[in-house]
């Protein structure tokens, strides 16, 4: 690939249509989103604004846009104001090393539909989104708020155990690609995948089919990253109100709207970009030459991250939301140590490779190996889960464990007990059959 080197109103041009570009994909975002979760839950979803509903979602933009910037006083106004700011700028900033398309000619300048190809193009991608987590945590702390500083702590915490297994599902990557620049990996997926040695059928190598295991993880990974269903805890509403952007309203809360669906473009993107192939035509469409042309890439590549974003609003209409044990458990003990088995596995296997070993009984007996110790893992790796001991007889310490907890059917708190003693007569009492019924009546009257 020749190195970009574009003049700047040709830059200036491509900063322009992106920006353009990802506001109107973030308004149809927000209604295919719609539409797509009213179809599964046998509704019709936004029908009255524009054509199919379409306007909908750009009257929403605009109502929050003239709407009142409220600012509660007990928040910290300085980065009250700054976190949004840093949210939506770590949205677009990711999209300038993602390729769009190969090289083509505009207004007789050759360059590829990207804005900058950085030969540490993965490596951006990854800072920056780690960055963006700062915009929510910030916003969590500076609220002042305690639901939003759960919601900002929460943020943090998912980006911790969930940017590590992201990481380390990339790192296989740019291990069997040889180069960490996003347009690099992606014509490196343009070679011909020859299962088992056998003819060329025009299929692709794209590493989807190569890194199973990385793709897995990073499919699980972006969903987390992005706090989406069934991993919005950080803004649960269920429990914490809205989370950390309880306190925002207005433009504020606009451009924290903005972010969400463009990060979830984002990391679909990056899925698209290392794993699908890119802007690459998809098998077997390429072998039909008039649709190899690069000015197409852009519309393959715009299905294809369309289809991880169907996958998003698919999880969001038919999970529940998970519990955060199970959510940490997922992260800490499963995503991370399948990720460094993988890694290891996949140096090994590029070394053999580049020295002509891995061929043969070698080959089999490799693969054997790593079958064998995938379901070691997936039915060894769990333990079962021990049975809850049998309810203590007597009164109920509800902080016997070291944090609250409701008592059990029959049991009595402490506090009811000695209500009951003193409000009621002994003569009464002891009519009763049930003591619970007592405690039962008494909290109804409270």
């Known amino acids: 690939m020749t190195p970009m080197n574009d003049p700047w109103w040709l830059v200036l041009i491509k900063v322009i249509v992106l920006f353009v570009v990802l506001l109107v994909w973030t308004i149809f975002n927000v209604w295919y989103e719609r539409r797509l979760v009213g179809k599964m839950q046998h509704r019709l979803g936004p029908i009255m604004n524009g054509p199919f509903g379409l306007g909908q979602a750009l009257a929403d933009g605009m109502k929050l846009l003239i709407k009142e910037d409220f600012m509660p006083h007990m928040v910290d106004r300085v980065l009250f104001v700054a976190a949004p700011i840093i949210a939506g700028t770590a949205a677009f900033t990711a999209w300038a090393v993602i390729p769009f398309g190969g090289e083509v000619e505009i207004f007789g300048v050759t360059t590829r539909l990207q804005l900058a190809d950085l030969p540490i193009g993965t490596l951006v991608l990854l800072a920056v989104t780690s960055v963006g987590i700062y915009g929510f945590v910030l916003a969590g702390w500076s609220s002042n708020s305690p639901y939003s500083l759960l919601g900002g702590l929460r943020s943090s915490a998912q980006m911790i155990s969930y940017e ?257 003693a003193s409000t009621i007569e002994p003569a009464e009492a002891a009519e009763s059959a049930d003591a619970g019924e007592v405690v039962e009546s008494i909290q109804k009257e409270a």
Do not use: C
């Open 164 to 420: 590590i297994a992201m990481g380390l599902s990339l790192v296989a990557v740019f291990l069997y690609a040889g180069t960490m620049s996003t347009a690099g990996i992606v014509e490196f997926q343009r070679a011909p995948l020859l299962l088992f040695g056998g003819p060329d059928v025009g299929l692709q190598q794209w590493m989807f089919i190569a890194l199973i295991p990385s793709f897995v993880i990073y499919v699980i990974a972006m969903v987390g990253e992005t706090n989406r269903a069934p991993f919005d805890l950080p803004e649960a509403e269920s429990e914490l109100v809205s989370g950390y952007i309880t306190e925002y309203s207005g433009f504020k809360y606009a451009i924290y709207f903005l972010a969400e669906y463009i990060n979830m473009a984002t990391v679909s993107a990056i899925a698209t970009t290392l794993f699908v192939g890119g802007y690459l035509t998809p098998w077997p469409l390429n072998l039909i030459p008039i649709l190899n042309n690069p000015w197409l890439g852009p519309i393959w590549f715009a299905l294809k991250v369309q289809l991880f974003i169907s996958l998003f609003v698919w999880l969001r209409g038919t999970l529940p939301r998970f519990r955060y044990d199970q959510f940490m458990k997922l992260g800490w003990k499963w995503l991370i140590p399948i990720s460094l088995g993988w890694i290891v596995v996949i140096a090994v296997m590029r070394k053999l490779m580049s020295e002509n070993l891995l061929q043969g009984p070698l080959l089999w007996g490799l693969l054997g190996l790593i079958v064998v110790v995938l379901l070691a893992i997936v039915f060894l790796g769990e333990k079962p889960e021990p049975e809850p001991e049998p309810a203590p007889d007597g009164p109920f310490d509800a902080f016997a464990g070291g944090y609250p907890v409701p008592p059990m059917p029959g049991q009595v708190l402490p506090e009811l007990a000695d209500v009951v």
